[in-house]
Structures are given as structure tokens and as C-alpha cells.
């Protein structure tokens, strides 16, 4: 049975950094029962934390793995895919490099949307099924619309310690949600460039709300 300190620790893993009481509703018990183990993973060196602004009033204290907190998780995966980025990087052209990257997230639209009849589906609708596929990769997202667009929010990123060395993993999301929803999508706030999540804007033009 999992105890409550490795779904502490998972949970950190996929979404990076959570505040007490995000920690709390993922592992399932009381804030206060989570404080009392994010403490003894902060006196173990596993877990750090710092401060973030977010608009007015108090800052709210971010919670995240340390280095050695990460390698207690399977890290040869990582290290593998790293290298095989570098060598890729190493012998193709750049140009080259983002065309494959732009054909993984066209091949993942391929074998999600195969059984989809999106012909003629709206906007929101789409935006729905672009969060289901993104779930299945292992985003956690949300959309709204607001007065310049439709804003999706990436809360978490599986691709961000591939990422951090090469940031062309990007392109792999960012295709998928343009290709799904048939517009192009402006990032507008990463994760890899220290926010707090990745946004997205989609422009709420004619092109962008007609069924299609």
C-alpha cells in the first residue's frame, strides 16, 4: 500500500510545485496532516519550498522536490531520452529537429483522434476533448473564455525535467492543442521559463469559432 509520504512525493513529481492545501486535496487527508509530512521531507532534504506573488494580498508558499528528492524516482529513462536528444541535436540540422518534433505531436493527434469525428465540432467542444488527450499524457489542464480568447492552462508538465535541456519537447503539446482545435494557439506564459504554469491564448476570431 502507498503510504501518504510517496503520494506527497508523486504528486510533486508530475505537478512540480503545489501549495499545502493542492497537496492536501491530490493526497486526500487535512492540510495540517500534510504539513506534518511535508515537514520531515523538508528536514531529509527531499522537498524545498520559496515564496510567490500572485497578484495582491500574501504570497503563497510553493512546495517542491529537491534533486535528491527526484532520484527517488526511477531517473534512467530521463537520462536516456537526454541523450538521445543531444545526439539528435548533434547530427541533424535544427531546422530538421523542430520538424520531427512538429510530426510526434501530429502523429499523437493521429492515434488519438483516429475514432473522433471533429469535423463540425465548436470550439469549446474541442477545447474539451483537448484536455481529455492531454490527461492521457499526463497534463493536467483547464480552459476559460475571457475578452482576447479562449486561455488553456497547463497546472503541471510531464515533459519539464526532458525540458529543461531542450526545450523543443514544447512543441509537442502546442502542436497537438493547435491541430485539435484547427488554430493556431500564442503561448504566452511556460513553465520551463519559470512561471507558474503554461498558458496558451486562442484567439476568439471568426476563424477560430466557426464549426470547421
Known sequence: MTSTRDNVLRTLLTRQRCTINELADAVGINPISVRHHVTKLEAEGLVTSEEERHGVGRPRRLYFLTEKGMEKFPTRYLRLTVRLLEQLKETLPEAMVDKLFA??????????????????????????????????????????????????????????????????????????????????????????????????????????????
Open 103 to 212: 510530426q510526434v505531436a501530429d502523429d499523437l493527434v493521429a492515434d488519438y483522434t483516429s475514432e473522433l469525428e471533429l469535423e463540425g465540432i465548436p470550439i469549446e467542444e474541442r477545447l474539451d476533448i483537448v484536455r481529455d488527450l492531454l490527461k492521457v499524457e499526463g497534463f493536467t489542464m483547464e480552459w476559460d473564455r475571457q475578452e482576447d480568447g479562449y486561455h488553456i492552462r497547463e497546472v503541471n508538465c510531464p515533459y519539464f525535467h526532458v525540458g529543461q535541456n531542450h526545450p523543443e519537447v514544447c512543441a509537442v503539446d502546442q502542436n497537438l492543442i493547435s491541430n485539435v482545435l484547427n488554430v493556431p494557439v500564442e503561448k504566452i506564459k511556460c513553465i520551463l521559463n519559470g512561471d507558474a504554469l503554461c498558458t496558451y491564448i486562442v484567439p476568439t476570431t471568426p476563424a477560430s469559432e466557426k464549426e470547421v
